[in-house]
């Protein structure tokens, strides 16, 4: 099997000019970018990137920096196309559309879950949860408003899973909650059934 490697360029803010790359690893690198094939109105300020080895799909979400740049361009996406090595791209699909600025994306293939950070979330920059395929389980209820789908009632999500953190020092004998800042990375652990993330403004990975 040819091992291959995603990634993303958010371009400039707000505007229609970003990008997602497929690099091959196996012998001399090839870069191709996906943008012909995903449709540039669909890569306004693309971030984080997942696959789903078992589905063959790609996700990413696309979310323009902050509260005040999501109201300004609109809101964060969570989007999905083919996986399919260099070839990827084909068949765009908005799974979420309503999220603020997402950044960070981690994909749990057991219960078909997304986590997302999202920094402009508010009154705090939060964690959500939404099901892979809330555009399938949601199609009987959802609408169009300002050009994205949103939800009238809530059916497979997004459900805020933290909008704080609890730093624990001198082993635990003292706590302190602060409320997130920047969340941005996202990782998950399977063996632990728990996820880390890290918020730069606060300086903690956690």
């Known amino acids: 099997n040819k091992r291959f490697m995603y990634f993303t360029d958010p371009g400039q803010p707000g505007e229609y000019d970003g990008a997602i790359y497929a690099v091959n690893l196996d012998g001399e690198p090839t870069v191709v970018s996906l943008a012909s094939k995903i ?26 920096g902050n509260f005040t740049m999501a109201q300004r361009f609109g809101p964060g996406q969570l989007w999905r196309c083919d996986l399919d090595g260099l070839a990827s791209g084909k068949n765009p699909t908005l799974v979420y559309g309503n999220f603020t600025s997402p950044q960070g994306l981690a994909l749990n293939l057991d219960n078909w879950t997304a986590f997302i950070t999202d920094v402009g979330t508010m009154p705090n920059p939060a964690v959500w949860q939404v099901g892979m395929d809330w555009h399938l389980d949601n199609r009987a209820v959802m609408g169009f408003a300002h050009g994205y789908a949103w939800e009238f009632k809530n059916v497979s999500g997004p459900h805020k899973m933290q909008d704080t953190i609890q730093l624990d020092t001198f082993g635990g004998e003292f706590q302190k909650v602060f409320p997130m800042s920047f969340p941005y990375d996202i990782a998950l652990d399977y063996v632990d059934q728990r996820y880390y993330l890290s918020d730069p403004d606060l300086g903690i990975v956690g």
């Open 39 to 64: 449709g540039q109105t669909k890569l306004r300020d693309p971030k984080g990137i997942a696959v789903d080895l078992k589905r063959d799909f790609l996700y990413w979400v696309d979310g323009a």
